[in-house]
């Protein structure tokens, strides 16, 4: 089971980014995947999660608005599109997955992690 994040990069504030998140080894539309990022010297903080069938998902307050989460299982990937970007929200982004959805905020609750991709935004 493997997920690879991509997409990272080096973008001035108010920009935007699309982060994909590859997954092989499995069946994607088997697990639920969420968002995650970790900022120096911080904890991991979940940001977005998206349904085995895509039909629900959920952001935390610090992207909420600015952000979508998205997966296309027929390419076993998903997405997370940011919007507006501030420099606090430079960080290594990270995709994960489990099988159920619930509490899907907590990173203690997934199964497997893509090894993360950079983001920098620069004021």
């Known amino acids: 089971v493997q997920l690879q994040a991509s997409g990272g990069g080096l973008v001035p504030a108010g920009g935007s980014l699309k982060l994909s998140c590859a997954a092989s080894g499995f069946i994607s539309d088997h697990y639920a995947i969420g968002w995650f990022r970790q900022a120096p010297g911080k904890g991991r903080e979940g940001l977005a999660c998206?349904?085995?069938?895509?039909?629900?998902?959920y952001y935390a307050d610090s992207v909420r608005g600015r952000s979508t989460i998205s997966r296309d299982n027929a390419k076993d990937t998903m997405y997370l599109r940011m919007n507006s970007l501030k420099p606090e929200d430079t960080a290594i982004y990270y995709c994960?997955?489990?099988?159920?959805?619930?509490?899907?905020?907590?990173?203690?609750?997934?199964?497997?992690w893509g090894q993360g991709t950079q983001v920098t935004v620069s004021s």
């Open positions: 998206i349904s085995r069938s895509g039909n629900r998902s």
């Open positions: 994960a997955a489990k099988r159920l959805l619930v509490n899907c905020m907590d990173p203690n609750s997934y199964d497997y």
